[in-house]
């Protein structure tokens, strides 16, 4: 079946450490998002690439980095400049050009730092 | 900037009533999408319904449609015939049409409840 995968679901990490959450699609869509959600706000968008090898910082990159080495993946690392990275992060992707401009999304990683 | 509101953090409806969901935005873009997004438990986000700002007509699914007032900037969501599987949190989103970006903006969500 085709869709967006991101693993793991649940993630724990010490304070001061980077973490890379994982997020791979097999939609051949060629845009990526990243979202992060708070309990009580919406979505909020880190960062997106609209092809290979590019990407751009959405409205809250600090402290947040991504890669685009493949069409089919977008890796988000979480560094340790993140001031409160505990929260639910969820990748989406979105074929360019559709009329329908449609977001499909992962199911999410809950990212826990203590 | 645009900007979504949801100004009911929580709502409850009975099984097999209906319920409508608001939702206002604010933007100076005269081509746009407007979204329903509906997160279950499972924390999944699933589209439920999508409408052309160009368009006139209310968008429908199934037992999901809009009302959506172009010059109030408004586009709530009707749930008709509850269902025990509709309870979730419901999220309204905003995309400028042929931006640089299919940037969604989102509202905070409003948590919907079906009881029994």
């Known amino acids: 079946d085709g869709g967006i995968t991101q693993s793991p679901k649940y993630l724990f990490r010490k304070e001061g450490q980077n973490v890379t959450l994982s997020c791979e699609q097999n939609l051949n869509h060629d845009a990526m998002y990243w979202y992060r959600q708070d309990p009580g706000q919406g979505l909020r968008l880190i960062y997106y690439?609209?092809?290979?090898?590019?990407?751009q910082k959405g409205d809250i990159a600090e402290g947040y980095s991504v890669s685009r080495e493949k069409k089919e993946s977008f890796p988000l690392t979480v560094t340790s400049a993140q001031k409160n990275p505990t929260a639910f992060y969820l990748c989406?992707?979105?074929?360019?050009?559709?009329?329908?401009?449609?977001?499909?999304f992962g199911p999410g990683t809950r990212l826990t730092v203590t | 900037a645009q900007t979504v509101t949801q100004s009911q953090p929580e709502m409850s409806v009975q099984e097999a009533e209906t319920v409508t969901l608001s939702c206002t935005y604010d933007t100076s873009e005269s081509n746009y999408y407007l979204f329903w997004y509906k997160q279950p438990p499972s924390r999944q986000m699933i589209l439920v319904i999508r409408?052309?700002?160009?368009?006139?007509q209310n968008a429908t699914e199934n037992r999901f449609s809009v009302n959506f007032q172009k010059a109030a900037k408004s586009f709530s969501l009707k749930i008709s015939d509850s269902q025990l599987g509709d309870t979730a949190m419901y999220f309204c989103a905003f995309m400028n049409y042929g931006g640089a970006t299919n940037k969604l903006i989102f509202g905070t969500g409003t948590l919907l409840a079906v009881q029994p």
């Open positions: 690439s609209q092809i290979v090898n590019d990407f």
């Open positions: 409408q052309e700002a160009y368009k006139q």
């Open positions: 989406a992707s979105s074929a360019q050009g559709s009329l329908s401009y449609e977001q499909y």
